[in-house]
């Protein structure tokens, strides 16, 4: 298991990027007051923010200083947020952050693009909770050559 996250709304492409990578994030473009509170203290959740002043009210909560998104995933890296490894990417939705289980391929041929299922890509995998469909397709490959491109 990986480290839990919370991160404030400024991070958005950076969360997607912890998706993909199979860190459970709870983000949300606007949070009521209280809520990053109870995620840190009742899911254990290490909060992520740009803003010091965020952070100096948190036990467990990291700055993020960099700007791009590569230089944020390494300031992580280095400090031992991210330990996941390779097995654990593309095992959560992106949209929800929900983990995802495997499609048969009868309730996915309803679902995904007809050339998927003819070159049988590899394994089809749903999100439980919102119903999107992932495969590996190439914006997985160019994905996963990002992550090897910055190091991971
Ligand atoms: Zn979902």
Known sequence: MGKKFVADAML??????????????????HY???????LVRNEARTLLSRRLKTVAGYQDAFLITADSVREQLLEMKIRGL???GRSSWFSRCLRCNT?????????ASFNIPDYVLNEKVGK????PSCGRYYWPGTH?????KQLEEWGF
């Not at 009521?32 to 109870?38: C, F, N, Q, T, V």
């Not at 997985?140 to 996963?144: A, D, F, L, S």
């Open 124 to 127: 089809i995998s749903v999100c």
């Open 82 to 84: 991210l330990t996941l």
């Open 12 to 29: 958005g492409k950076l969360v997607k990027w912890l998706r993909v990578m199979g860190y459970d994030v709870r983000y949300q473009s």
């Open 32 to 38: 009521p007051s209280g809520l990053i509170d109870r």
């Open 140 to 144: 997985r490959v160019r994905m996963e």
């Open 99 to 107: 983990l995802l289980k495997e499609a048969t391929l009868e309730e």
